[in-house]
């Protein structure tokens, strides 16, 4: 069964570094999403991104999130300065658009610890 | 806004017994309903899904129907096993391609 691949699945960096997280989607998906969860709390909605550009973001998601989908196989979400705030479980995930026949397919995660 | 809001957790059942995690949710027009299930240490999975009213979803044993008159959709399952330990996140979603809102998670812990 085809999969969403994300890497690291563990990543600690130092308060005020930039991240980059990335995710490999499934193939013929065409609509792309970042969530995050913060240890114990509950999933949330950061970005998604169609036809190579946003089309829906959160308040969460502000001017230090940014994502970009570079080379047409790889979607990744960037953190330019990283709080401590940020330490939490991103998930990407990827749909073909038929939400209501196939719903949403989610990767593993990275696990992002903020010292 | 849309939201979601699922039963405190954790639950914690005895092998066999049965399962409720009770799920409502507030939204415009006709969102489709998703369970999706987080074992430890993995991402998150589609249990099931219902995209209309009356709509049934299942898989695995677990059962959901989608209820407009009380804008809700409960998970059950009639005999809980061991492995079904894991937090389960009732979302939906308004649109086509749209993102989803989750509710916050309801964990459950099944002991032999």
Sequence with gaps: ?115 | GNSVTQMEGPVTLSEEAFLTINCTYTATGYPSLFWYVQYPGEGLQLLLKATKADDKGSNKGFEATYRKETTSFHLEKGSVQVSDSAVYFCALSDREGGKLIFGQGTELSVKP
């Design chain 1, 1 to 115: 069964e085809p999969e969403v691949t994300q890497t690291p699945s563990h990543q600690v960096t130092q308060m005020g570094q930039e991240v980059i997280l990335r995710c490999v989607p499934i193939s013929n998906h065409l609509y792309f999403y970042w969530y995050r969860q913060i240890l114990g709390q509950k999933v949330e909605f950061l970005v998604s991104f169609y036809n190579n550009e946003i089309s829906e973001k959160s308040e969460i998601f502000d001017d230090q999130f940014s994502v970009e989908r570079p080379d047409g196989s790889n979607f990744t979400l960037k953190i330019r300065s990283t709080k401590l705030e940020d330490s939490a479980m991103y998930f990407c995930a990827s749909s073909e658009g038929r939400t209501r026949s196939y719903g949403y397919t989610f990767g593993s995660g990275t696990r992002l610890t903020v010292v």
